[in-house]
């Protein structure tokens, strides 16, 4: 299993979601309807509880909080029109250069 088809198909799905008018039963679209602050607080909280199971809980825990926070970052994402796409290429134009000398090019 790799990661990149996964979201791929993810970020399509939501996509859909997002556009159906009618939000039925779907969390995407019930979430959507509540504004990006809902989903940016979603978000926010699905953040606290990978922390707090990366540092108290078993792997099972762990791995199933971070698949809750990619959800939730994908429908964020999504809501702003950004592709999983542009976040690869912004990760591609990083690969090979050292953490200390992009956090210098952005001067943070
Ligand atoms: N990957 C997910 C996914 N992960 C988590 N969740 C939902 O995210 C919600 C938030 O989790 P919480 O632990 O905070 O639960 P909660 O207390 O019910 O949430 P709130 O009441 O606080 O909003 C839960 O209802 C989960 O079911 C997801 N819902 C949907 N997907 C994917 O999105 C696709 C579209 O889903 P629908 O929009 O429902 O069709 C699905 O096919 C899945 O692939």
Redesign the pocket.
């Known amino acids: 299993m790799t990661i990149g088809p996964t979201l791929m198909q993810?970020e399509t799905?939501?996509k859909d979601?997002l556009a159906a008018a009618d939000a039925g039963?779907?969390?995407?679209?019930?979430?959507a309807a509540k504004g990006r602050g809902k989903i940016a607080q979603?978000l926010g909280?699905?953040a606290v509880?990978t922390v707090i199971a990366a540092l108290t809980e078993d792997d099972a825990a762990l791995t199933g909080e971070a698949?809750?926070l990619i959800?939730?970052l994908t429908v964020l994402l999504s809501e702003r029109g950004i592709g999983w796409d542009a976040v690869a290429a912004e990760l591609a134009r990083r690969h090979g250069t050292s953490g200390h000398a992009e956090k210098a090019a952005r001067n943070d």
Do not use: I, T
């Open positions: 993810l799905v939501v979601r039963a779907s969390y995407v679209a019930s979430l979603k909280e699905e509880e698949a809750d959800f939730h």
